[in-house]
């Protein structure tokens, strides 16, 4: 039933945040961790030699969705049965990361009437309930954050939580194992093979190091605290390498494709298991794409609502198709058989 009234639980005071007071540590290698998780890559200088100012395009190479493509009509809470253990798998990092880049920095929530809500607004909507999400972010950057980096990497990891609690929209470079084009880049524009690596074209601020971006975000675009759970150190990238067990090879290895004229939008964010095996197939194929963060709470959720009259994630919208689609099993196969060479 709907509950009239409201009553507002704000979660800020459970975000884990604590003052930025640590010195930058480089974290410590150890054994658990596993050298293909590691966050400096040690590749030849042959790749370096070979590397080109921009990276090669394949404009002879035509791109089109699959003959008598249709989008799937969005299904909610609906998993495809070929998909069911993938998902499973890729819900580890809910319980090793404890739900860390799901909800929005100052997430707050209310019960609220059915009745007090615009019918062209979002609202999450449960047996009944009507429950009115909000949270708290800060300055708003005028161009997306870019950032090169990989699945599977647990300092990369790091990162796209802090982004998807800042609610900032970052534009992704992938750069899987064996890719062409976008690790060399990273050596042409940082000097050496590391990942993450982060540019913000507002400030013209380019880094490696994981725990210095989180901090150089949280500062610029934040309270200027970090959350506690990405502010411990070893045992952070321990956690995070332990959330992608279960999906290890995923998201590592590149897999030929053609290189999109314009990088392609995906609406999701880091906490979601649907968003995640998307994010895992754009990487592979190096697919570089702009991600719009929607984690609960952030104002976005509405805007993707009153573009489609329906929120759901992960939402991929393809400019060098026009195909925008729903349905993150149906997505994947849109995506490999659009790209894959």
Not at 66 to 81: G, H, L, Q, Y
Not at 209 to 230: C, H, Q, T, W
Request: aromatic share 10%.
């Amino acid at each position: 039933m709907a509950m009239a009234g409201t009553g507002t639980l704000n979660l800020s005071q459970f975000s884990l945040h604590k003052p930025l007071s640590f010195s930058a540590t480089k974290l410590p290698r150890t054994r658990i961790c596993i050298r293909a998780m590691s966050e400096t890559e040690n590749n030849p200088s042959t790749s370096v030699t070979t590397q080109q100012d921009t990276p090669s395009t394949s404009s002879s190479v035509s791109i089109s969705p699959p003959p008598n493509f249709k989008p799937p009509e969005a299904k909610r809470f609906a998993i495809r049965s070929d998909k069911t253990f993938e998902i499973l798998a890729a819900s580890l990092p809910l319980f090793f990361r404890f739900a860390t880049g799901v909800f929005v920095s100052g997430y707050s929530f209310s019960f609220v009437s059915k009745d007090e809500i615009p019918p062209n607004e979002y609202v999450f909507k449960l047996s009944g309930i009507t429950v009115k999400e909000t949270s708290k972010v800060g300055a708003r950057p005028e161009k997306p954050i870019e950032i090169y980096e990989f699945e599977s990497c647990p300092f990369c990891r790091k990162v796209r939580e802090i982004v998807a609690i800042l609610d900032l929209d970052v534009l992704f470079y992938p750069c899987p194992r064996n890719s062409p084009n976008f690790r060399p880049k990273v050596v042409q524009l940082g000097g050496k093979q590391q990942f993450p690596y982060m540019v913000d074209p507002n400030t013209g601020v380019s880094m490696y190091e994981s725990d210095d971006i989180i901090r150089y975000l949280v500062g610029k675009y934040g309270d200027g605290n970090v959350p506690l759970a990405l502010s411990l150190g070893f045992l952070t990238s321990l956690t995070c390498g332990l959330s992608m067990l279960g999906r290890i090879t995923k998201g590592t290895t590149y897999t030929p494709a053609k290189l999109p004229p314009q990088p392609l939008k995906l609406w999701a964010y880091e906490g979601s298991p649907f968003c995640k095996i998307v994010r895992e197939v754009l990487v592979e194929l190096e697919l570089p794409h702009l991600l719009v963060n929607c984690a609960r709470g952030s104002a976005k959720r509405n805007i993707l609502y009153q573009k489609t009259g329906h929120f759901q994630v992960p939402f991929l919208e393809d400019p060098n198709t026009g195909i925008e689609m729903f349905e993150s099993a149906e997505i994947i196969d849109y995506i490999r058989a659009t790209y894959t060479l």
